[in-house]
């Protein structure tokens, strides 16, 4: 069992940034892929950005335009998310998710374990 405690949601006005945490236990951390995902109100959840369990590869949603960068601390068994440039339509609940294969993935029916998520809204 894998769980997950995410941090560093908030308020924040447009053009931001903020960094997102997700804490992971137990130690098996570096075994897993780590992503993040969000869902706004009325919307179903989509990918944001994954990171496979070697750091080598990571992927991120079309819409972000390079403005968010994925990255992971398997010492503190930590996967970041950082948000530059934040917008009104980043408002949303984020989740971090791991994926057991270690093979990072678009697909939330990959992930294996969720965490119970943390509230970015942006003012305009």
């Known amino acids: 069992q894998v769980q997950l405690v995410e941090s560093g949601g908030g308020l924040v006005q447009a053009g931001d940034s903020l960094r997102l945490s997700c804490t992971a236990s137990?130690?098996?951390?570096?075994?897993?892929?780590m992503g993040w995902f969000r869902q706004a109100p009325g919307k179903e959840r989509e990918f944001v950005a994954a990171?496979?369990?070697?750091?080598?590869?990571?992927y991120y949603a079309d819409f972000l335009k390079g403005r968010f960068t994925i990255s992971r601390d398997n010492a503190k068994n930590t996967v970041y998310l950082a948000m530059n440039s934040l917008n009104v339509e980043d408002t949303a609940v984020y989740y971090c998710?791991?994926?057991?294969?270690?093979?990072?993935?678009?697909?939330?029916?990959?992930?294996?374990?969720w965490g119970q998520g943390t509230q970015v809204t942006v003012s305009s």
């Open positions: 998710a791991a994926e057991g294969s270690g093979i990072a993935s678009m697909l939330t029916r990959r992930y294996d374990y």
């Open positions: 137990p130690r098996t951390f570096r075994s897993y892929a």
């Open positions: 990171l496979g369990k070697s750091d080598t590869n990571a």
